[in-house]
């Protein structure tokens, strides 16, 4: 579904590079109409028998998240995807998702329509899990055809997720793990991450998906 102000549709856009480049990914789309955005910082996953040999495994990132008006958004992404370099391996990724209704924006604002994307090869699969999980949630989505992930901090405040520490109350810390995949893979992958980490069970985590419109920097499995 597609958020639509006076006929027209917006999506968010999302960036992901390597640390210190997300103030440019926000400049550069700017410059396109694109108003403003929020950069978090997460980490990927890497595949590289060097960087695995000397404890690398991960590289921080930086995940860039905007909104614009629909043709806003495709001429900032294009543009995006021919500074960054995002054809080329290890460079970012950007995609973007409709969005259905957005609420608290002077900027932005749009009520919630039906409307679908006729080209959509992508999902963005969301799982949610307790700090410590993420790599077993990658691991399960590998071995379902996945080609790695993006892990993003934040934390919880679910009725039972909550404990105690010196008789106060503390959130703790979940992991957010971000997959993209064809639509072919997509339950194939939600699945194997459900069955291994037990998602239906209570307080295990949560897995949604999304249709996403538009990639670039992706690289399919056979491919690699």
Known sequence: MTGNIEGKTIELICV??????????????????????????????????LLEFLSLYDVRKEIVL???????AESAVETLNEEMHFDRPHHGIAFSMPITRIIGSRCISCESTSVRGEND???????????????????????????????????GAGVHETSKLF????????????????KESTDRIAESINESLK???????????????????????DMN
């Open 16 to 49: 992901i590079v390597n640390c210190g480049h997300g103030s440019k990914v926000l400049k550069t789309a700017r410059h396109y109409g694109v108003n403003g955005g929020t950069i978090f910082i997460g980490r990927g996953t890497v595949h590289n028998r």
């Open 66 to 72: 905007m909104a614009a008006e629909s043709s806003v």
């Open 121 to 155: 090869m992508y999902n963005a699969i969301v799982t949610i899990v307790d700090k410590g999980r993420a790599e077993d949630v990658i691991e399960a989505a590998e071995k379902a055809g996945s080609t790695g992930g993006t892990i993003i901090n934040a934390r």
């Open 167 to 182: 008789s106060m109350e503390i959130e703790p810390e979940k992991e957010i793990v971000l997959i993209l995949a064809n």
């Open 199 to 221: 998602i239906d069970e209570p307080g295990k985590g949560i897995i949604f998906i999304q249709e996403v419109s538009k990639t670039y920097g992706l690289y399919k499995p």
